[in-house]
């Protein structure tokens, strides 16, 4: 797997490249952010690990373009405690973050979570069916969703996420489940995550479906399909 970290810290990137390079991974290190666009854009590389301070131009900026034609799985490095950065970037369609300073084994466990959910190996897509609500279609197989036959965009997070929910239409499906088996990892004491991208999922879908279906906020728990 072909990793692209974007980091002006040469230092720590040499050192976090290093450290992915020796867990199996075929990592490049660059810069600024017009380098990480360019590389991002290339298709070739199948994640990108994005720092949130750039010299040229904020890791934000630099998000905010990739994903106007790329949907690569982007982890963000943001400052320790900065919750405003963490979910600016998780808004803009980041599939996850790790506070900075990072621990290298921390950073590659997300990174594998990631990569997971947004390449499931094919025998466990097999045993996912496509799943159909009113005139929404998700492809585990496939990743591909569809409103009325016509295909839009969900970030790897997002596609697993509504997944969930669209698999259990009757129940309120907790944010400790929605952590745990769409992004991967336990949920963290106020980790707004799963919130956020509930968030950017409901937006998509008011846009799609005129508000028709919508994502239930259930307090204290978790969320619902309607």
Same mark, same amino acid.
């Given at each position: #797997?072909?990793?692209?970290?974007?980091?002006?810290?040469?230092?720590?990137?040499?050192?976090?490249?290093?450290?992915?390079?020796?867990?199996?991974?075929?990592?490049?290190?660059?810069?600024?952010?017009?380098?990480?666009?360019?590389?991002?854009?290339?298709?070739?590389?199948?994640?990108?690990?994005?720092?949130?301070?750039?010299?040229?131009?904020?890791?934000?900026?630099?998000?905010?373009?990739?994903?106007?034609?790329?949907?690569?799985? *982007?982890? #963000?490095?943001? =400052?320790?405690?900065?919750?405003?950065? /963490?979910?600016?970037?998780?808004? #803009?369609?980041? !599939? +996850?973050?790790?506070?900075?300073?990072?621990?290298?084994?921390?950073? *590659?466990?997300?990174?594998? =979570?990631?990569?997971?959910?947004?390449? @499931?190996?094919?025998?466990?897509? $097999?045993?996912?069916?496509?799943?159909?609500?009113? !005139?929404?279609?998700?492809?585990?197989?496939?990743?591909?969703?569809?409103? %009325?036959?016509?295909?839009? +965009?969900?970030? =790897?997070?997002?596609?697993?996420?509504?997944?969930?929910?669209? /698999?259990?239409? +009757?129940? *309120?499906?907790? %944010? &400790? @489940?929605?952590? @745990?088996?769409?992004?991967?990892?336990?949920? $963290?004491?106020?980790?707004?995550? *799963? &919130?956020?991208?509930?968030?950017?999922?409901?937006?998509?879908?008011?846009?799609?479906?005129?508000?028709?279906?919508?994502? @239930?906020?259930?307090?204290?728990?978790?969320?619902?399909?309607?």
């Amino acid at each position: #797997m072909k990793i692209l970290l974007v980091d002006d810290d040469l230092e720590l990137g040499t050192m976090l490249s290093e450290y992915l390079i020796g867990e199996g991974f075929d990592a490049s290190l660059v810069l600024t952010g017009q380098a990480g666009i360019n590389g991002a854009l290339s298709g070739d590389y199948h994640a990108m690990i994005l720092d949130i301070m750039l010299p040229d131009m904020s890791g934000i900026d630099v998000l905010r373009q990739v994903r106007q034609s790329s949907r690569i799985p *982007v982890i #963000m490095l943001t =400052a320790k405690g900065d919750n405003i950065d /963490r979910v600016i970037g998780l808004e #803009m369609g980041a !599939d +996850d973050y790790v506070p900075k300073p990072c621990y290298p084994r921390e950073l *590659v466990a997300r990174l594998r =979570a990631v990569l997971r959910r947004f390449d @499931e190996l094919p025998a466990q897509q $097999e045993k996912k069916e496509v799943v159909c609500w009113h !005139d929404l279609t998700l492809n585990p197989a496939t990743r591909i969703s569809e409103w %009325k036959n016509r295909p839009f +965009d969900l970030t =790897a997070s997002e596609f697993n996420l509504l997944d969930l929910l669209l /698999r259990s239409p +009757d129940r *309120v499906v907790s %944010k &400790d @489940e929605l952590s @745990e088996k769409g992004l991967g990892r336990p949920r $963290e004491a106020y980790d707004r995550s *799963v &919130d956020v991208h509930i968030s950017n999922i409901r937006q998509k879908l008011s846009s799609l479906t005129g508000d028709t279906i919508n994502i @239930e906020t259930v307090r204290s728990i978790g969320y619902r399909i309607r």
